[in-house]
């Protein structure tokens, strides 16, 4: 277990070596989400409630590592439980870990991202099916049923279309499991 570099800064009221400490422990405790933390600065801030004798606190996290940064900007809610800076800490810490977990498996890939559509134009239509030249000069077929938001007779060799490519590729090469129209002759049926 490596010692994450940390810097804490006080905003507004005085440093006390029993918080540094507390945030001491809840660094240490992010090693074990990630092992590729380069550094961690904390920041608590007192803040006075309008309307109210009591004081909330913000902490803020920020922690470098490969790849975004994680932030959290955690202000107390609206309730007497901020007012109590170990309650602050603690709630900043779990939202820290949750993003911090969030990180690394996006890192890692297990994560899914949604590519956008691939984008091309009809190039040939037959009566139940047509080809798309996409972006990348690749020709895809697709069939009537692939069409949505509009009819497939509403479109013409030139239509501006984006498509989703099937995983699987069908009798006649790369198929697209889904064709939308786009541009301003787009009719939506």
Do not use: W
């Not at 007779?153 to 498509?163: A, T």
């Amino acid at each position: 277990m490596a010692q994450i570099p940390l810097q804490i800064n006080f905003r507004d009221m005085d440093a006390s070596p029993a918080i540094e400490a507390r945030i001491r422990e809840k660094v240490a405790a992010l090693d074990r989400f990630s092992s590729r933390i380069a550094g961690c600065r904390v920041t608590i801030e007192e803040k006075n409630r309008h309307q109210h004798k009591g004081k909330l606190y913000n902490v803020r996290i920020d922690i470098s590592m490969p790849g975004p940064d994680v932030h959290v900007d955690h202000v107390g809610p609206q309730d007497h439980a901020h007012e109590d800076v170990y309650v602050a800490i603690r709630d900043a810490f779990s939202a820290a870990t949750r993003q911090l977990e969030d990180h690394v498996r996006r890192m890692r890939g297990d994560v899914k991202t949604h590519e956008a559509p691939a984008h091309g134009k009809v190039i040939q239509l037959a009566p139940d099916h047509g080809f798309i030249r996409g972006s990348d000069g690749a020709e895809i077929y697709f069939h009537r049923n692939s069409v949505a938001e509009a009819r497939f007779e509403d479109l013409e060799v030139g239509s501006d279309v984006r498509f989703v490519v099937a995983e699987k590729e069908g009798e006649k090469g790369p198929q697209a499991s889904t064709v939308l129209a786009v541009g301003k002759h787009h009719v939506v049926g």
